[in-house]
């Protein structure tokens, strides 16, 4: 422990002591008959005194060293998705009983962190094996974002090894060894499954569109199966299928017609007299929307360039769009039938196109390019100097204007996007699809957003390079991401903007275990958000039962919680409280997620690896105690020891009181005896 001070406050603090008590003792009179000894000790106690007093003026530091010992960390990921419970209930309880014995065997050695996980992590929640949706590589991931530099004894990771969102690979950039806990049944089981019903997003009135169906038959050679197809809650196809192999799988196509506008149900189901284990994924519901009208796209360009190849050829063959080509140089025409306008390149006129889109409230995608001058309404850019940066894509996580699954996919192995070397600012309320890597250094800086600025609702895709992208495409599966990435950006934009000056975040689709939160904007007329307003979200189900919201007002905006909802189809309105103008309609779906009724056979194969690959071994559930004996003898907990400063004031201390108090008392008794008082 040491006292921590100026030399100033200390040299003060001595003379102002030293003056006063010569003062008080050797110039008063009073004093002069008493003893040198005894005037020797009351002068030192004064001294003391004052000194005290006047130096915890100055507000001296104490500091006390303080040792410290930090347990090793054992992390313990449990997966807590419902494929745990849906074979054998019982084996839900089996993971609830090995994770309490690590706790508790393992508890005086180590810090034991039980953590679920399903699509992310979920520490401090109980297990109740209702997640839909399994992440092992996510989980892991984060795991190594959440406990960077921390002591790391090892990970245990407790899951059946069914891997149903994110990449199949796992890779660990955890030091520590991974053990592996295998749980469930490897078997093959009797079951018939709806793997999932294809077709497009949208389609239009009176056009025919494709389906397809994937199912799975396990143990059911030689047994009939039936299966029948609804679309819109109306029996509209049904057959017949024999499986040929113990693991059977058919793949069914057929063209359904869309004969009315609105979000419409297509279910499948499947049955047959045998005994199926799992009755949870018989059937399977999916939802098309049905237009009245193909969208106009207005494609503006400089002339043939490899983008603008790439891009046109995204929409070629699509009877979703109707589809026309201009040059910047061009004449701009009326724009007022146009849904959506795709600027490909910068021209000296791109700002005469974009003064006619501003009137008319079009939405318009921009792929920028690399060369020219960007200085208009919607967005400015200052070149630093005449290079451009190859940079990677990174998508934002923080997205939900539609799904980006393809994207994440393919993400790490796309090629790099030229982009002018400067500083980019874009006007409006922004939404970012894609980051910035540069040099593999995640950033913050935007490539892809969307914004909405004066009422345009608008895409910028900063720089060149989208061609190379169709070189990386080598079969259906690896296009069908960019073509899903640009018409669903055209959708995006394609809505007119509401003149009511409300502006509503939400998304097309929801999963039935998804909360539903709502964030609506209102500008006033000179563009400043308010909430002055009450705001009210009257919903409809497809059966024509209807809720009412209020509308939170937090801050300058509007927040609404709707919590679960079940699987269907709602229709929504937006309106003050006096309903007299409505200023929002639309409508959303809710899926029925069941991801982990897909694949109920355990893989404990994937667990075997990840182990192996990590120096860890793989365990069954029941032979939990072997790996706690196992940790036990483990050299890789190691407690760490650290010094810590504690800093905290002198006057704190009640020692100091005391010794004031002490001082001063016996100078009053010696002086009553001596009778100077």
């Known amino acids: 422990m040491s006292v921590e001070a100026s030399s100033l406050s200390v040299i003060l603090s001595f003379i102002l002591s030293l003056v006063m008590t010569g003062f008080f003792y050797f110039k008063d009179r009073k004093n002069s008959e008493t003893a040198s000894w005894i005037k020797l000790i009351l002068a030192s106690c004064r001294f003391f005194i004052v000194f005290i007093v006047v130096f915890l003026l100055f507000k001296p530091i104490i500091v006390t060293i303080k040792e410290n010992v930090k347990k090793p960390n054992l992390l313990v990921l449990i997966d807590n998705t419902a494929s745990i419970v849906l074979r054998d209930s019982t084996e839900g309880e089996k993971v609830r009983i090995a994770s309490d014995r690590l706790r508790t065997e393992l508890s005086?050695?180590?810090?034991?962190?039980?953590?679920?996980?399903?699509?992310?992590?979920?520490?401090?929640?109980?297990?109740?094996?209702?997640?839909?949706?399994?992440?092992?590589?996510?989980?892991?991931?984060?795991?190594?974002?959440?406990?960077?530099?921390?002591n790391i004894g090892s990970v245990i990771l407790i899951s059946d090894g069914v891997q149903n969102v994110g990449m199949a690979s796992i890779n660990s950039l955890l030091q520590s060894p991974i053990y592996t806990v295998g749980v469930g049944d490897t078997g093959a089981i009797v079951d018939a499954a709806v793997l999932g019903v294809y077709h497009n997003d949208v389609s239009f009135k009176g056009d025919k569109f494709n389906v397809e169906l994937n199912l799975s038959f396990l143990g059911l050679e030689g047994v009939l199966q039936k299966v029948i197809v609804e679309f819109n809650d109306r029996k509209v196809k049904e057959f017949s299928y024999r499986p040929v192999k113990e693991s059977d799988h058919l793949k069914k196509n057929f063209y359904l017609k869309a004969d009315s506008a609105g979000l419409k149900?297509?279910?499948?189901?499947?049955?047959?007299?045998?005994?199926?284990?799992?009755?949870?994924?018989?059937?399977?519901?999916?939802?098309?929307?049905?237009?009245?009208?193909?969208?106009?796209?207005?494609?503006?360009?400089?002339?043939?360039?490899?983008?603008?190849?790439?891009?046109?050829?995204?929409?070629?063959?699509?009877?979703?769009?109707?589809?026309?080509?201009?040059?910047?140089?061009?004449?701009?025409?009326?724009?007022?039938?146009?849904?959506?306008?795709?600027?490909?390149?910068?021209?000296?006129?791109?700002?005469?196109?974009?003064?006619?889109?501003?009137?008319?409230?079009?939405?318009?995608?921009?792929?920028?390019?690399?060369?020219?001058?960007?200085?208009?309404?919607?967005?400015?850019f200052v070149r630093l100097d005449e290079s451009n940066d190859n940079v990677s894509v990174m998508v934002d996580e923080s997205f939900d204007g539609f799904d980006l699954s393809g994207v994440l996919k393919a993400q790490d192995?796309?090629?790099?996007?030229?982009?002018?070397?400067?500083?980019?600012?874009?006007?409006?309320?922004?939404?970012?699809?894609?980051?910035?890597?540069?040099?593999?250094?995640?950033?913050?800086?935007?490539?892809?957003?969307?914004?909405?600025?004066?009422?345009?609702?608008?895409?910028?895709?900063?720089?060149?390079g989208l061609w190379r992208w169709g070189f990386f495409q080598n079969n259906d599966d690896d296009q069908s991401f960019i073509?899903?990435?640009?018409?669903?950006?055209?959708?995006?934009?394609?809505?007119?903007?509401?003149?009511?000056?409300?502006?509503?975040?939400?998304?097309?689709?929801?999963?039935?275990?998804?909360?539903?939160?709502?964030?609506?904007?209102?500008?006033?007329?000179?563009?400043?958000?308010?909430?002055?307003?009450?705001?009210?979200?009257?919903?409809?189900?497809?059966?024509?039962?209807?809720?009412?919201?209020?509308?939170?007002?937090?801050?300058?905006?509007?927040?609404?919680?709707?919590?679960?909802?079940?699987?269907?189809?709602?229709?929504?309105?937006?309106?003050?409280?006096?309903?007299?103008?409505?200023?929002?309609?639309?409508?959303?779906?809710?899926?029925?997620?069941?991801?982990?009724?897909?694949?109920?056979?355990?893989?404990?194969?994937?667990?075997?690896?990840?182990?192996?690959?990590?120096?860890?071994?793989?365990?069954?559930?029941?032979?939990?105690?072997?790996?706690?004996?196992?940790?036990?003898?483990?050299k890789n907990f190691k407690s760490i020891s650290f010094f810590e400063s504690v800093l905290d004031h002198l006057i704190k201390n009640k020692w100091i009181f005391f010794i004031v108090l002490i001082l001063a008392s016996f100078e009053w008794f010696v002086r009553k005896w001596q009778g100077i008082i």
Not at 125 to 131: A, E, S, T, V
Not at 562 to 587: K, M, R, T
């Open 108 to 150: 005086e050695m180590c810090e034991v962190h039980l953590i679920p996980f399903g699509t992310g992590l979920f520490e401090g929640q109980g297990l109740d094996f209702k997640n839909e949706g399994t992440n092992v590589s996510r989980a892991i991931s984060l795991l190594s974002d959440e406990y960077v530099n921390e």
């Open 413 to 464: 192995q796309l090629p790099p996007i030229a982009i002018p070397f400067g500083k980019w600012k874009i006007n409006g309320e922004m939404e970012t699809v894609f980051n910035q890597k540069i040099g593999g250094v995640e950033t913050s800086y935007p490539l892809f957003l969307f914004s909405n600025y004066n009422g345009n609702t608008f895409g910028v895709f900063i720089g060149e």
């Open 265 to 380: 149900s297509i279910s499948c189901s499947v049955s047959s007299r045998s005994t199926d284990k799992i009755l949870s994924n018989n059937s399977k519901q999916s939802y098309i929307k049905i237009i009245e009208d193909k969208q106009n796209v207005l494609f503006v360009s400089n002339g043939s360039s490899p983008d603008a190849r790439i891009i046109k050829s995204t929409f070629f063959g699509d009877d979703k769009f109707k589809l026309e080509s201009k040059l910047f140089k061009e004449e701009v025409p009326n724009l007022e039938q146009v849904d959506a306008v795709v600027l490909i390149g910068n021209s000296s006129q791109t700002n005469r196109w974009l003064k006619e889109i501003n009137k008319i409230d079009v939405g318009f995608l921009w792929f920028t390019g690399v060369d020219g001058v960007f200085k208009n309404d919607f967005l400015q």
């Open 483 to 634: 073509n899903e990435l640009l018409t669903r950006s055209i959708r995006k934009i394609a809505s007119k903007s509401i003149k009511s000056g409300l502006k509503l975040r939400i998304k097309d689709e929801w999963l039935n275990n998804e909360e539903i939160k709502l964030v609506v904007n209102r500008l006033n007329d000179v563009s400043e958000l308010t909430n002055e307003k009450p705001l009210l979200f009257n919903l409809m189900d497809a059966n024509g039962v209807s809720k009412r919201f209020d509308f939170l007002r937090v801050n300058n905006h509007y927040e609404l919680n709707i919590g679960l909802l079940p699987f269907g189809v709602y229709n929504y309105s937006i309106g003050y409280s006096s309903l007299d103008s409505l200023g929002l309609e639309g409508g959303f779906i809710v899926k029925e997620n069941k991801l982990e009724s897909e694949s109920i056979v355990a893989n404990h194969y994937l667990l075997k690896k990840l182990s192996q690959e990590t120096n860890g071994d793989f365990y069954l559930i029941e032979d939990i105690d072997s790996l706690i004996k196992k940790l036990k003898s483990s």
